[in-house]
């Protein structure tokens, strides 16, 4: 597992390190996007797209991400880590989620895990084998 990713059924968001990134603003646009998702869980807000199986291409599933990415634009404006690169990336991202929504149809640009840095090649989102746990909402 090398990608970003929030796990519901254990309540973790998994990151690889921030040098995978091509930038710290990337990192921290796609942990916001994660964190998103962990807000959804059954515990907090609940949400369908989180609380309930939903299928890669499916309407739950992009209003999920949806929800996530706009989500992340919120954080980053609000924490000033966003840069023009990222900014785009979070629009592309949100216009081909929501394109996909509205025609019901998968997603046109489904990849969220990219460089948002104007660095091309920045190795996000391939290989890997690093997860970190980032954080949990397990109470013990
Ligand atoms: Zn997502």
Known sequence: MGEPAYAPAQDVI???PVDRFGCAESYYAT???EMTHWTGHTDRLKRDGVVK???FG???YGREELTAEMGSAFLCSLCRVETPDTEENAAAYVA???AGWLAG???VHP???GDGCGKSGAGCGEGGGFPHRFFSGRRD
Do not use: C, D, N, V
């Open 14 to 16: 998994f990151m690889p």
């Open 31 to 33: 942990l916001f996007h």
């Open 53 to 55: 199986k939903a299928f």
């Open 58 to 60: 499916s309407e739950q």
């Open 96 to 98: 081909g989620w929501l």
């Open 105 to 107: 149809t998968a997603p």
């Open 111 to 113: 990849g969220r895990f």
